[in-house]
């Protein structure tokens, strides 16, 4: 398969997952486990083009794929427009569930970046958080849809509220 | 988290597939893997050998065949939901397609692997029975087609035989409108259904021609509401045919308690979305 | 004093900042402990009791030890010595370090065993062949406190403490008078209106989206253990781990990474940290361990678990004569950290922010399930969620609007430093303007008149409203003599903050906490601090905590507490670095020292901003002395230690709107809008991040999460497929606001945050459901509002 635009080979058995050749096989470790349920989306990565979690997949279903990581999002010191709006609208706080948010922010905008705020909450519900209460992952989304449409984004609420 | 080990053969046909499956007691088919791969991380089920058959080309196309729609065995969620062909033949699918699960398992689970999983509270399960859907089973001995309404067997059980692959779900061209509602078990649409219900209507002169109606959720499999499909036939379709035909959605049905719901809850459940989805679907007829 | 930064604006004290923390967390680069590896390790895996109670008759572990890869099998034999679990208020049972002859719940660790990955310990482990011999068990609160079924057969009774409002500490607070027999009198009164309901506060699994994990790696020959763990307290962890294996606290290192979310369940010392430990040193090979989620729920605290009944007597024109609750809280079968003294948390803030008589009585109680202690909020969620409840249920009974009685009876702004019924200080506070600010800013009567249009249109739409008072920032050394405090793990530091402030001979500036924090941004808010007192740039201020061999003390993060505690402590060790950076300049710039003033990267003197130096100057003579003032010391770092007075008592005003569809039960939030008050604000972006999460969490409890348990103590939901967690689609934005009472409790005047918007937020949804449903004569749902509940309770007022 190839991952980040790499091509990566290993041996590895069935029954070892895509999330565990991702993190241990390639140390690409961004990608996190939540859960063994595929219920909190800390492993989503994209697929051929699409958000997958990569906990619900074996390794050797993915034999020959396109494998986008988070590792893969920034360009170098350029980072992902997703990536910026995160940092920029205080979109995570522990961090463990954001690389799976941002890879599926990314997909979520790549279909469509001018989605309204309750496709935006939708289209995240196979990620879960604990920590922010989802309102400025909805925020820092909505910033990089602006960005990826060549707009301003709006400005932070703490930047119009006392 | 890590399945017990088990054999793996990417199957390069679905011959090849069927070949593996007949020779391996136990094999299991793994298409979009939804379902088995996470019942094989809990260790609830592990099959000594899975067949995967996702690299099978051909298998993910959803095709208008005249007077039937195919859904092949690989198609997603996504694809269902989406599919312009569904949303117009079979709507009730297509929304029971969109609030299966969630973006990412819609992008890798498969309609036909719902169908075969036959979990007690799936969504697409109901839609199907309620379009009129046909599974067209496939083994290594050939082909032959169960009416989805016969297809749903127990809790987890299907009409599938240890050797056989639904290879194909097809959905007649035959007008109407349906719908599908539910009430999903974190709320709203969201996961599993606590109890849903779809419903197909067909209108002639004024009244409602033709009809079917099942429940999802409520037992341990999806179910045809024979009951309400009897009471809204050759009804005008109006509140009061809906309401009477709502009343007798879980007639015949063991409605089963359950951790989302009580017998009288879900029996309650099911009339109500029985009546969302003949209201909406009558609306649209 | 203002900077820029990448085009955000910056400054300190109240400024707004990007995170320092984000950009390795962005990239996927953050560092927890799975992604830390070390050479030769070996993975553990536990083998977990399938009964609530039942004797255990024989361990086979031949079958597991003939596996390929398999290293060892522990079991109670081999680790007896080393137990049991120490725990900071040991009342009750301690828990062993593996079930020792009796499971007492289920999942209970029975055996540990190491093998070569972590694959073939989970195969190994289900090797392993135990035998049991089920006894009964005792789940149900009441049954429990009966002690119909001892949990544990040599403690006499099952209620292990019962905290008691007018005698819960004796020896200090002895002069407390009982309210209980001038309540009962005024429920005598003939104008008095007794309310009183019966509510569960359920049981809670705090899912932090990180699980947790340990990593040991015992050195034979340096004579040191390294442990990584996610943890919110390193420390007491390494003095824990010390004092367990008779080693002393400096020979243990630990090292809190990144940790992926904590909410309190991260606030404890688990066997399987004790474990790792013991089993690196017994193979001489590093060991880890990584809990499965569905083993979380056996493998970490859980949270809540009160049933109880609160009672309001009042005039029917609103004036509350006395308030009480009485009840049980659900301490499962082993005490660990905190355990018992979670509700003494509650009672602290157990009349809310009313200046009400108060009689309060709950009895800690053990059931054979897993260990309960702090989440998110800790014993402060379920006062407020009594209180906030009955009050409502009050209002409604006599027919007055909710906000009207709530302001009726606050204790008033001129109250402060207001005493409670418990004989503690508050140590400021104005509600009623915390009210008023909620009511304005969510347009309440206009909402009101919203709502009563969509009742004539057949809709059921309900307000919810619900103040609170929190008390946080813990805080005085004299809580470690009421047996709150690490000796228990050999670290009798109390609950003092440490900061350590190091201006680097660059000019650069390294600070080092004692904190554990979770995603709370330290990194951030302790360099706006410095930054703000020192004017070093915000970008050359590193900060570093969570590693115990960096810092000189610390005691974790937790109980909202550490802005309060070691953000002060770094302040005042700021301030000091200041005094001697003051001489230096001085110095240089031939002026008086208290003439200095530091900004914008350097120093000038009082009104000649022309006139100055360099961090990098001053450094420089710092540690080169023979440049600087006679007599002047080497170097330019400080450590302060900071333990204030008093905790310090945030408090707030929330309001929810909702709809529910009462064919189904199902509850939809409208509007969410809170007004909160956490004194000063360091950097308001994080407290409203802090804000967000804490009101998620709220909304959990009220609306999805409850751990289920059967008759037999089998966990039903311990999976996220049966314990939901709110998600993006399930939550509105929440509309936040904020007034600003500082304390005098600590040199910044800051509160705390962390826990407000869980305290304030359960009960807000829940009044709003019953607002609601109040039209159709229901009166009270218990929490988690699912549909099949509030659907019944839509019933049974039917009749």
Redesign the interface.
């Known amino acids: 398969m190839s991952v980040n635009g790499q091509s990566v080979s290993g041996d590895v058995e069935p029954r070892t997952l895509l999330v565990h050749f991702i993190r241990e096989n390639l140390g690409l470790t961004g990608t996190h486990i939540g859960c063994e349920t595929g219920y909190c989306g800390a492993c989503t990565v994209h697929m051929n083009g699409t958000s997958i979690k990569s906990c619900s997949m074996l390794a050797v279903q993915a034999d020959g794929a396109e494998i986008s990581t988070i590792e893969g999002m920034a360009d170098g010191d350029n980072l992902h427009p997703v990536q910026e709006g995160f940092w920029e609208r205080h979109g995570l706080q522990c961090g463990y569930c954001t690389p799976g948010m941002i890879m599926q922010a990314a997909y979520l905008l790549e279909q469509d970046n001018a989605m309204s705020e309750d496709d935006i909450r939708h289209g995240l519900e196979g990620n879960l958080c604990r920590c922010t209460g989802y309102h400025n992952i909805v925020k820092a989304i909505e910033y990089a849809g602006a960005k990826m449409r060549g707009e301003e984004p709006a400005p932070a609420e703490w930047e119009t509220s006392a | 988290m890590y399945p017990r080990p088990f054999e793996y053969i990417k199957a390069a046909s679905l011959d090849d597939a069927l070949a593996a499956l007949n020779d391996n007691e136990g094999a299991k088919v793994l298409a979009g893997g939804m379902s088995l791969l996470q019942m094989m991380k809990l260790r609830l089920f592990s099959p000594p050998m899975v067949i995967d058959i996702g690299g099978i080309d051909g298998l993910g196309e959803i095709n208008d065949n005249g007077d039937h729609i195919s859904i092949g065995a690989l198609a997603t969620h996504n694809q269902v939901a989406t599919s312009p062909l569904i949303q117009e033949h079979a709507e009730a699918l297509a929304q029971a397609a969109s609030w299966t699960g969630d973006v990412q398992v819609r992008n890798r689970g498969t309609c036909c692997g719902v169908m075969a999983h036959a979990d007690t509270a799936a969504d697409q399960t109901a839609a199907a029975i309620a379009v009129g859907a046909t599974m067209v089973v496939r083994s290594a001995g050939g082909s032959r087609e169960v009416a989805a309404h016969d297809f749903f067997v127990d809790a987890l059980t299907s009409a599938l035989e240890p050797n056989e692959i639904l290879a194909e779900l097809r959905i007649p061209k035959a007008g109407g409108a349906s719908s599908y509602d539910k009430l999903g078990r974190r709320g709203g649409h969201s996961d599993y259904a606590v109890a849903g219900a779809a419903a197909w209507v067909s209108k002639s002169n004024g009244s409602i021609g033709d009809a079917r109606i099942a429940v999802t959720g409520v037992g341990t499999k999806a179910t045809l509401a024979a009951g309400s499909v009897e009471a809204i036939l050759g009804s005008d379709g109006g509140a009061d045919a809906i309401a009477a035909a709502a009343d007798r959605a879980t007639e015949g049905i063991t409605v089963l308690e359950d951790l989302y719901g009580s017998e009288d809850y879900k029996a309650h459940l099911a009339k109500v979305f029985v009546r969302r989805a003949l209201e909406q679907a009558i609306a649209k007829a | 004093m203002t900077a820029t930064m990448g085009g955000?604006?910056t400054s300190a004290m109240g400024g707004?900042v990007?995170?320092k923390?984000?950009?390795?967390?962005?990239?996927?680069?953050?560092?927890?402990v799975?992604?830390i590896k070390r050479n030769g390790e070996l993975a553990a895996a536990f083998v977990r009791s399938p009964f609530a109670h039942a004797t255990i008759t024989n361990i086979d572990s031949s079958a597991a030890l003939a596996m390929d890869g398999v290293r060892a099998v522990y079991t109670i034999g081999d680790v007896r010595h080393l137990g049991p679990l120490l725990a900071q208020v040991p009342v009750g049972k301690l828990r062993p370090l593996l079930a020792d002859g009796v499971a007492k719940h289920v999942g209970e660790a029975v055996a540990m065993v190491v093998a070569d990955s972590?694959?073939v310990a989970?195969?190994a482990a289900?090797a392993v062949v135990v035998d049991y011999d089920p006894l009964p068990a005792v789940i149900d609160l009441k049954e429990a406190a009966a002690d119909t079924t001892k949990v544990h057969d040599d403690l006499d009774s099952n209620v292990l403490v019962t905290w008691v409002s007018h005698d819960w500490w004796p020896g200090v607070f002895d002069e407390l008078e009982d309210h209980r027999p001038a309540i009962e009198e005024a429920k005598q009164r003939d104008d008095a209106v007794v309310v009183s309901l019966e509510m569960t506060n359920q049981r809670l699994i705090p899912?932090?989206?990180?699980?947790r994990a340990v990593l040991a790696e015992w050195s034979h020959g340096y004579g040191t253990v390294d442990l990584f763990s996610s943890t919110q307290i390193p420390h007491a962890l390494a003095g824990a781990v010390a004092k367990t294996f008779g080693l002393t606290s400096h020979d243990v290192h630990v090292v809190a990474p990144?940790?992926?979310?904590?909410?309190g369940c991260k606030l404890n010392i688990y066997p399987d940290e004790i474990l790792v430990t013991f089993a690196s040193k017994a193979l001489n090979r590093p060991v880890r361990w990584t809990e499965?989620?569905?083993e979380a729920a056996f493998s970490t605290i859980q949270g809540r678990g009160w049933v109880a009944t609160a009672t309001i007597v009042g005039t029917k024109d609103g004036e509350i004569l006395g308030y009480e609750l009485d009840g049980i809280a659900d301490m499962g079968a082993y005490s660990q950290n905190f355990t018992v003294a979670i509700p003494v948390l509650g009672l602290y803030v157990a009349q809310g922010q009313y200046d009400i008589p108060l009689a309060w009585s709950i009895k800690c109680v053990a059931t054979h399930t897993q260990t309960t202690d702090a989440y998110r909020g800790a014993g402060r969620p379920e006062a407020a969620y009594y209180v906030e409840r009955i009050i409502d249920a009050y209002a409604r009974e006599i027919g007055m609007d909710p906000a009207e009685v709530r302001k009726k009876n606050y204790f008033s702004a001129d109250a402060f430093p207001a005493t409670t019924a418990i004989g503690l200080t508050m140590d400021s506070g104005d509600y009623a303007m915390s009210m008023d600010a909620l009511l304005e800013h969510a347009g309440y009567e206009a909402l009101k008149a919203e709502r009563d249009q969509a009742r004539i249109e057949g809709r059921h739409v309900g307000i919810g409203i619900s103040s609170y008072v929190e008390v946080c920032g813990f805080a005085p050394s004299v809580l470690a003599e009421f047996g709150f405090g690490w000796d228990h793990y050999g670290l009798p530091s109390s609950f003092s903050g440490s900061g350590l402030v190091r201006v680097n001979p660059d000019g650069s500036a390294t600070v080092i906490i004692g904190t554990g924090p979770?995603?709370?941004?330290h990194k951030t808010t302790w360099a706006q601090v410095v930054h703000d007192q020192l004017g070093i740039d915000y970008d050359k201020i590193r900060v570093s905590h969570g590693d115990t061999a960096e810092s000189p003390m610390g005691v974790g993060t937790f109980g909202s507490r550490s802005a309060a505690v070691d953000g002060a402590a770094t302040f005042e060790a700021a301030l000091k670095v200041k005094k001697r950076a003051a001489d230096i300049v001085a110095h240089l710039l031939e002026a008086a020292s208290e003439d200095v003033q530091f900004a914008d990267g350097g120093a000038h003197i009082s009104g000649s901003p022309g006139h100055k130096v360099t961090w990098a100057e001053i450094a420089e003579v710092a540690y080169k002395p023979h440049k600087g003032p006679d007599g002047m010391e080497a170097g330019l770092e400080a450590h302060a230690v900071f333990s204030p007075g008093n905790a310090t008592w945030p408090f707030g005003s929330h309001l929810a709107m909702v709809e529910v569809d009462a064919?189904?039960?199902?509850?939809?939030i409208l509007k969410y809008i809170a007004v909160d008050d956490c004194g000063n604000r360091i950097s308001?972006?994080?407290v409203?991040?802090q804000l967000?999460?804490?009101?998620?969490?709220g909304v959990g409890q009220a609306?999805?999460e409850e751990a289920?348990y059967d008759e037999d103590g089998n966990l039903?939901?311990g999976?996220?497929?049966?314990y939901?967690?709110?998600?993006?689609?399930?939550?509105p934005?929440?509309d936040l606001?904020h007034t600003t009472t500082p304390t005098d409790v600590n040199p910044m005047g800051v509160k705390g945050i962390g826990e407000a918007?869980t305290i304030g937020s359960a009960q807000t949804i829940v009044n709003a459901v019953v607002d609601a449903l109040a039209p159709l004569g229901v009166k009270h749902v218990d929490m988690p509002l699912?549909?099949?509940k509030v659907?019944?309770a839509i019933?049974e007022a039917k009749g």
């Open positions: 955000t604006t707004i990007r995170r923390e984000d950009p390795a967390l962005i990239r996927g680069q953050g560092r927890y799975d992604d972590a694959a989970e195969d289900g899912v932090a989206i990180e699980p990144e940790v992926g979310g904590g909410f499965t989620r569905r979770s995603g709370q941004g064919d189904t039960g199902n509850v939809e308001p972006m994080l409203d991040g967000h999460g804490g009101i998620a969490q609306m999805f289920r039903l939901s999976s996220l497929v049966d939901p967690l709110p998600t993006a689609g399930d939550l934005s929440f606001t918007g699912r549909p099949r659907w019944a019933q």
